[in-house]
C-alpha cells in the first residue's frame, strides 16, 4: 500500500493561494517577476518631507516626529553620557534604579559605574520595570525606531518592561524607511535578515475601546530615547515650518466625559442655560410633524460621533 505524502502547513498555505489565483508557481513570467524583484529591490514612495532635508535637518525632524508620538527624547554629546541621562528619566517618574540590557557591546562599554544604577543583563521575562536597547537606526520621516533581534538585544527588551530606553546615534538616523532597509542588507548580506526587525514608532497604545487612548496596552507605557548627538546637529538645525506631525492631529480633543460637550459652554464645561422659550397658546397649539426613520437614524450618527472623540491626549486619559 502507497502511503500519500505529507504535505507541510507551509506547503499546504502556499497550495491553497494558488489554486485560488489559479496558478501553480512555475509560470515563466511569474517566477522571472519575484526573481527581478528580489534582485533589484525596488523601492517605494520617498516622501520628500525627509528626503529633502540635510542630514542635520534629518535629525531634528526625528525628533520632532518622534515627540508627536509620544515618545520623550535626551540628548547627550557622547555615549559615555548616556547612563546619566538614563538615571535622570528613571528618577523623573519614580522609578527604581534597575534597567535590564542586552549584551550590545554599544550598552556593554558605558560607564554604569559612574551611576547608581542596578543593570542586568539578558532577555526579559516579563519582571522588568525599564528595558535598554540600542537602535540599529532611525528614521526621520516618521521617528521611527528600527531594532534588529538578536543576543545583543533580545526583541523582549523592546516589549515587555513598562518602559523601553533606547540609545539611538545620530549618524544612524536616515530619511526613509527604503533607506533602512538597504542598510539591513548591506549589514547582514544578500538574503540574509535578523529573525525579527523591530520598527518601532512611540510607546504602546490603543483606544480600541470607546476611542479613549490608552498607553501600554500591548507593550511599553513609555518610550525614551536618549540620542547620541556629538555635533547638537539637532538643536542648530532649522526645519521648515509644514513639518507634520506622524499620525492622526485632531483638533483640540474633548475628553474626561464620553457624553457630547456643548460647543457653547463656558470655560469648565458646565453647560450653557437653556433659553427660556414662552409656552404655545392654548388656543394655537401647533404639532410639530415627526421625524422620518432615516432622519432619526442621522441625528443619532450625529450624537454619537460628538460624544467619542476620534482621539485622545494620553496625559488626560491615562497617567
Same mark, same amino acid.
Given at each position: 500500500?502507497? =502511503?500519500?505524502?505529507?504535505?507541510?502547513?507551509?506547503?499546504?498555505?502556499?497550495?491553497?493561494?494558488?489554486?485560488?489565483?489559479?496558478?501553480?508557481?512555475?509560470?515563466?513570467?511569474?517566477?522571472?517577476?519575484?526573481?527581478?524583484?528580489?534582485?533589484?529591490?525596488?523601492?517605494?514612495?520617498?516622501?520628500?518631507?525627509?528626503?529633502?532635508?540635510?542630514?542635520?535637518?534629518? #535629525?531634528?525632524?526625528?525628533?520632532?516626529?518622534?515627540?508627536?508620538?509620544?515618545?520623550?527624547?535626551?540628548?547627550?554629546?557622547?555615549?559615555?553620557?548616556?547612563?546619566?541621562?538614563?538615571?535622570?528619566?528613571?528618577?523623573?517618574?519614580?522609578?527604581?534604579?534597575?534597567?535590564?540590557?542586552?549584551?550590545?557591546?554599544?550598552?556593554?562599554?558605558?560607564? !554604569?559605574?559612574?551611576?547608581?544604577?542596578?543593570?542586568?543583563?539578558?532577555?526579559?521575562?516579563?519582571?522588568?520595570?525599564?528595558?535598554?536597547?540600542?537602535?540599529?537606526?532611525?528614521?526621520?520621516?516618521?521617528?521611527?525606531?528600527?531594532?534588529?533581534?538578536?543576543?545583543?538585544?533580545?526583541?523582549?527588551?523592546?516589549?515587555?518592561?513598562?518602559?523601553?530606553?533606547?540609545?539611538?546615534?545620530?549618524?544612524?538616523?536616515?530619511?526613509?524607511?527604503?533607506? #533602512? !532597509?538597504?542598510? #539591513?542588507?548591506?549589514?547582514?548580506?544578500?538574503?540574509?535578515?535578523?529573525?525579527?526587525?523591530? !520598527?518601532?514608532?512611540?510607546?504602546?497604545?490603543?483606544?480600541?475601546?470607546?476611542?479613549?487612548?490608552?498607553?501600554?496596552?500591548?507593550?511599553?507605557?513609555?518610550?525614551?530615547?536618549?540620542?547620541?548627538?556629538?555635533?547638537?546637529?539637532?538643536?542648530?538645525?532649522?526645519?521648515?515650518?509644514? %513639518?507634520?506631525?506622524?499620525?492622526?492631529?485632531?483638533?483640540?480633543?474633548?475628553?474626561?466625559?464620553?457624553?457630547?460637550?456643548?460647543?457653547?459652554?463656558?470655560?469648565?464645561?458646565?453647560?450653557?442655560?437653556?433659553?427660556?422659550?414662552?409656552?404655545?397658546?392654548?388656543?394655537?397649539?401647533?404639532?410639530?410633524?415627526?421625524? %422620518?426613520?432615516?432622519? =432619526?437614524?442621522?441625528?443619532?450618527?450625529?450624537?454619537?460621533?460628538?460624544?467619542?472623540?476620534?482621539?485622545?491626549?494620553?496625559?488626560?486619559?491615562?497617567?
Amino acid at each position: 500500500m502507497t =502511503e500519500t505524502p505529507t504535505l507541510s502547513a507551509r506547503d499546504q498555505v502556499l497550495g491553497t493561494i494558488r489554486r485560488s489565483l489559479g496558478v501553480t508557481g512555475q509560470e515563466a513570467p511569474r517566477r522571472f517577476a519575484v526573481a527581478d524583484r528580489l534582485k533589484t529591490h525596488p523601492s517605494g514612495v520617498l516622501p520628500a518631507r525627509a528626503t529633502s532635508k540635510s542630514p542635520a535637518e534629518r #535629525v531634528r525632524l526625528f525628533v520632532e516626529m518622534a515627540e508627536a508620538s509620544a515618545a520623550t527624547v535626551s540628548t547627550v554629546s557622547s555615549s559615555a553620557e548616556a547612563p546619566a541621562a538614563i538615571a535622570a528619566f528613571l528618577r523623573a517618574h519614580n522609578l527604581a534604579p534597575e534597567v535590564r540590557r542586552g549584551a550590545d557591546p554599544r550598552l556593554a562599554d558605558l560607564p !554604569w559605574a559612574e551611576t547608581t544604577l542596578t543593570v542586568t543583563e539578558g532577555r526579559s521575562f516579563g519582571d522588568d520595570a525599564a528595558g535598554v536597547s540600542a537602535a540599529f537606526a532611525g528614521v526621520a520621516e516618521t521617528g521611527t525606531l528600527i531594532l534588529a533581534s538578536g543576543p545583543d538585544n533580545p526583541t523582549t527588551l523592546n516589549f515587555l518592561p513598562d518602559n523601553h530606553i533606547v540609545l539611538l546615534d545620530a549618524a544612524d538616523v536616515a530619511a526613509t524607511y527604503e533607506d #533602512v !532597509w538597504g542598510q #539591513v542588507r548591506q549589514r547582514y548580506g544578500a538574503g540574509v535578515m535578523p529573525r525579527t526587525v523591530n !520598527w518601532i514608532t512611540g510607546p504602546s497604545r490603543s483606544a480600541d475601546i470607546e476611542q479613549i487612548l490608552l498607553m501600554g496596552a500591548h507593550g511599553p507605557r513609555r518610550l525614551h530615547i536618549v540620542l547620541v548627538d556629538p555635533a547638537h546637529v539637532a538643536d542648530e538645525a532649522k526645519l521648515d515650518a509644514e %513639518t507634520v506631525p506622524a499620525g492622526s492631529t485632531p483638533a483640540e480633543p474633548r475628553v474626561g466625559d464620553t457624553l457630547a460637550l456643548d460647543p457653547e459652554a463656558p470655560e469648565g464645561g458646565a453647560p450653557t442655560p437653556a433659553a427660556e422659550t414662552p409656552a404655545p397658546a392654548m388656543s394655537k397649539r401647533v404639532h410639530e410633524p415627526k421625524h %422620518t426613520p432615516a432622519e =432619526e437614524d442621522a441625528e443619532l450618527d450625529e450624537a454619537l460621533d460628538e460624544s467619542f472623540p476620534a482621539s485622545d491626549p494620553p496625559s488626560q486619559t491615562q497617567p
